[in-house]
């Protein structure tokens, strides 16, 4: 329990501290919001009212605070760019509330698959004695590896929608409408995103369980007269995975950008090309909130993962 | 009748076992001795099956009452070898601390034997296993049975692994060094737990050691291994007061026993000459231990592992210092040595910087460099500190041939590895490199309890040499009483951080004032 309150306040202020990085970072490069909205014709009395009307005149840490404090009581705030009809600028709620979904299912379901395939994977990978599937394995996920995701994406939109017609390139049925459906879509992004992770996490299994069945304790389980079979799953596999864990949870930030990176390819409507044109466009408060976001969702999995890696080795706990 | 009948064993070179013939009798206990290298740990993991993969049968078999169970030219049958894994036969390893699951509670693991040999209930077999605990030793066998493996100390671990050996009464158990990694009071109680299973389930016991005087404790027979054959065997008795061969006599002579080769300081000094000048004086020490907290919130905890310690080590004497694992040995030289800051009190020295010889030479000495390399290393530290006199690069080589000659290594070591080198050898560069920046003072941690008997011995000869023609100090520190014996001529008894009793060698021996340090001599 006290080890939960100690995370929540490792969580709380890792969000403050990043929510004040984005914000300063914002302050530091170069680039006017209100040139940027009013383009280079406007007058002195016209930017000079706008920066009044986005409250840009305020010193920088009243202004964060304002801000902060707007995010606090569920206001995120309202986009600089985009404008809902002529007199209402858009709030950025409403904004990335269809959008980051989308990205944030992208990612769990490639990190689904990742963990679908490279475990057991890694574990076949292991038992195996077959020289040949040993070197298949090896070049197959070394060039997996070596493979950048959005080339992946290319290959998968051209042997899968084009050659094969799996599915239909550009193709996206809203995930409120019609969940399944929505899922169906994003398999071939998630696997894109997914393969080189795959093939990282397969290997490092299998080098992590080989390593362990040099183990003293595989030994012994080997005198009380257990199978091959029964130490690899009983014995040798827990123990394998307690550093793979450990990566799993490092790669999810690298999921939620190559997610962000995989989106365009397909041409879904995630928060990828909103981010980008929000940071060309000095649109602050849009990409404050998403990068909030995304921290804390990938904080909240090395959580579970730290979670999980208590559960496996029972020697953490204690510490 | 169980019996290894001509076992050649090879990985991928030469035999490593040659021609092995054992025998096993119904509650007698078959000791092999040799030394590391000599296959005697082959030869127990081929007959139980374990051994790795790689390794092939070149000729012989194993004959288990009347099953063939291996048989040199015919692959391994895994599936009649579980049969008898567990069953008829079980094993003792020599490392508690990793032989065991760590992931797994330990009651589950020697259940695990039961699920796999009987068909009991799971309320039969938890009640068979903690009885088993019961036979072990073990009380508290509810928490034990419920325990992970970090929250066992080594004995109740090793306990644990036996409780796991003998739960099905096998015919056959295999102990290989079942006590080395333990503690000497701890390794008492296993070696007595084995001697009386041993006797109360009339079963053969296969128990292989380096230490000769263990296997006179506890073995009725002896069979002594070098370079993978069997050079002698006969009952403990034959093999100990009259071996055939020069190699077994050369292993008796290794153990360090009760003999003094070392003068005592009282006789080496001259007629009117007083006790040697002390080279570091130790006064009113006390050495805490910060364990570090979990994170920020954490308080940290000031641990005291060594109390009030006073005493001092004079020019050309061998302190010896002796205590269980966690003691405050450790704790304490590293002070002396100015490794740990944390203290209270006063250390003052006489002479040069002390210096120190470790206790493993396989993990000491850095593998990257070259033996000369390593030499040089101290006195270019030396060289780079502020004050000091720089040496040129051929002084600093000529000192590190001179040192190389001094502890009995030819000039063309100097462009060896470590890992080119033997264990002793290794020593050897260790105790060079202690000595090169000329200090007074050496302080040895368990310098020896890492080699086999015979390079024990050679190394406390070079000690003891090297003693008197540079007039050392040494700091001794060991678990072996015998060593502690021939090697020094004070001893510091050291238990829970207090320093209990301190005198000389003999006296102590012959007189010890404190019932523990009793114990202690009573029980090596």
Known sequence: ????????????????????????????????????????????????????????????????????????????????????????????????????????????????????????????WAKSANPALDAVLGVLTQASMAIPSFFLGILVTYLFGIVLHFFVPGGYVSYEKDFPAFLGYLFFPALSVAIPKIAMTARFLRNSMLTQMGADYVRTAYGKGCTRRRVMYGHVLRNALMPVVTFLGMIVAEIVAGSIVIE???????????????????????????????????????????ILYRVIDPRISEK | MIRVENLSVAFDGPEVVKNVTLEFHDGEILGVVGESGSGKSVTALTLMGLVADNARVTSGRILFDGQVLLEAGKPRDRGLYRRYQGEKMSMVFQEPMTSLNPTQRVGLQVDEVLRLHTSLSPRERKEKVLESFRAAGLSEEERIYASYPHQLSGGMRQRVMIAMAVILHPRLIVADEPTTALDVTVQNQIIRLLKSINEKENNAMLFITHDLNLAKRICGRIAVMKDGC???????????????????????????????????????????????????????????????????????????????????????????????????????????????????????????????????????????????????EPLRAQSAREGARPMTKEDMKEAAYQMLRRVGLEDSYFHRKPSQLSGGQRQRVSIAQALITKPGLIVADEPLSALDVTIQAQIMELMQGLQQELGLSYLFISHDINVVYRMCDRIMVMRQGKIIEIGDTEEVFREPREEYTRQLLAES
Not at chain 1, 18 to 40: E, M, N, R, W, Y
Not at chain 1, 68 to 94: C, F, K, Q, T, W
Not at chain 2, 238 to 264: D, W
Request: with cysteine; proline share 5%.
């Open chain 1, 1 to 124: 329990m006290r080890y939960l309150g100690k995370k929540l306040i490792t969580l709380i202020m890792t969000l403050f501290l990043v929510s004040a990085a984005v914000f300063l970072a914002f302050q530091i490069i170069p680039g006017d919001v209100v040139t940027s909205i009013l383009g280079t014709e406007a007058t002195p009395e016209m930017e000079a009212k706008l920066r009044e009307e986005l409250g840009l005149t305020e010193p920088p840490v009243k202004q964060y605070f304002h801000w902060i404090g707007g995010i606090l009581r569920g206001d995120l705030g309202v986009s600089y760019r985009y404008s809902r009809n002529m007199n209402e600028m858009m709030p950025v709620a409403e904004l990335i509330g269809d959008k980051l979904p989308v990205t944030l299912w992208l990612a769990a379901f490639s990190f689904v698959l990742i963990l679908l395939i490279s475990l057991p994977l890694g574990v076949i």
């Open chain 1, 264 to 306: 365009q390819v397909f041409g879904l409507p995630g928060i990828g090309r909103l981010l980008v044109s929000s940071v060309n466009n000095r649109d602050f408060p849009v990409v404050e909130i998403l990068i909030l976001y995304i921290t804390f969702v990938v904080i909240l999995v090395y959580f579970l993962v730290d």
């Open chain 2, 230 to 376: 069997v050079v002698e065997q006969g009952t403990a008795e034959q093999i100990f007061l009259h071996p055939r061969q020069e190699y077994t006599r050369r292993l008796i002579q290794a153990v360090p026993g009760r003999v003094k080769k070392n003068r005592s300081l009282e006789e080496r000094r001259e007629p009117g000459e007083s006790l040697g000048e002390p080279v570091a004086e130790v006064r009113n020490l006390s050495v805490y231990y910060r364990e570090s907290g979990n994170s920020l919130f954490d308080r940290k905890k000031h641990r005291c592992v060594v109390q009030n310690a006073d005493f001092e080590i004079r020019q050309g004497e061998s302190l010896g210092l002796v205590g269980e694992s966690g003691c405050g040995k450790t704790s304490l030289a590293k002070a002396i040595l100015g490794m740990n800051r944390d203290v209270e009190g006063k250390i003052l020295h006489h002479t040069l910087r002390p210096q120190m010889i470790f206790q493993d030479p396989y993990s000491s000495l850095n593998p990257a460099g070259t033996v000369g390399w390593l030499l040089m």
